[in-house]
């Protein structure tokens, strides 16, 4: 009987490159398998169990707190601006009440905090239609459109026609508080089953991002290779990004959650159980 490898997700887009770049794969040749797909696919792959651990956004986190845990010191936030999640408009955003809104179809998280900015702290209503992440097919039928990603990255590189908003940007502006997007989570089960190899793969992430935020460099030079763009741009989008999981974090994770309730987007707030390496106990983290 073959046994089971732990199925490790990634994002396809850059934001998380850091924490995979200098990954030793090799090291895990025989215990790991990378899945690589977009946030919206890895959130419903770790919902079926098809993935152990691995990057997801943090409104899916939510759904399923109760499943997973959140591997600590990792994340992927940003203070002010994010520089890869834009809202483009037709007109200026508080002007788009009665509007109808196109919503990236592979994103959780942007999209419920778009939601948050556009109806709670705008006050608007609008109507929303998903759609595949194509700038010009989207505003053929919509006054805005929400893209995350590589997509927003080229988007906002080339636009010159559309109002582009950056949504922690925004979210900062009306909460003073970090956007967290994503959330690197493992299911209760795997922490069972992969205990130990769970504890190799999260030093090595951590060992990697490490690396990579002091060899960055290297990364930019991939990123520009890949994508295009200046190396002004990727030194800043990079440094921009936060991967750390620190208590100001959290605090403004917890609010969001509080907010998404709020509107009925979650059924609760959401409370994030960070797992410990070493044992199986929980450490709680609330909005008191």
Not at 68 to 73: I, K, M, R
Not at 106 to 129: D, H, M
Not at 135 to 160: C, Q, T, Y
Not at 171 to 183: D, E, K, S
Request: hydrophobic share 40%; proline share 3%.
């Amino acid at each position: 009987m073959t046994k089971k490898r732990l199925q490790v997700g990634q994002i396809i887009y850059t934001n998380t490159l850091p924490v995979y770049f200098f990954f030793d794969e090799q090291q895990f040749r025989d215990q790991i398998d990378f899945i690589t797909q977009y946030p919206a696919q890895l959130n419903r792959a770790m919902a079926r169990g098809e993935i152990d651990v691995g990057p997801i956004s943090s409104f899916s986190f939510a759904e399923h707190y109760r499943e997973y845990l959140a591997l600590p010191d990792l994340s992927i936030s940003a203070r002010e601006k994010v520089r890869s999640i834009y809202l483009f408009s037709k007109r200026p955003i508080e002007e788009l009440d009665g509007a109808k809104v196109a919503l990236t179809n592979t994103s959780a998280t942007s999209v419920n905090l778009l939601k948050i900015i556009l109806q709670k702290f705008l006050g608007l209503t609008v109507t929303y239609q998903t759609q595949d992440p194509v700038l010009d097919k989207m505003m053929n039928s919509a006054d805005a459109a929400l893209l995350i990603g590589d997509e927003a990255l080229v988007a906002n590189r080339h636009n010159r026609q559309y109002h582009a908003y950056d949504l922690a940007e925004l979210w900062y502006r009306h909460t003073g508080y970090f956007m967290t997007f994503a959330l690197w989570a493992v299911r209760k089960q795997a922490v069972k089953e992969f205990g130990p190899l769970l504890r190799q793969v999260h030093a090595a992430f951590l060992a990697s991002k490490q690396r990579s935020l002091r060899q960055l460099d290297q990364v930019v030079a991939y990123a520009k290779e890949q994508f295009g763009g200046e190396e002004t741009f990727w030194f800043t989008y990079f440094r921009g990004l936060q991967y750390d999981f620190t208590a100001e974090q959290k605090t403004g994770l917890m609010y969001y959650y509080t907010c998404a309730a709020e509107l009925g987007l979650l059924n609760e707030p959401a409370v994030v159980h960070l797992w410990q390496e070493g044992a199986q106990a929980t450490q709680t983290t609330s909005l008191s």
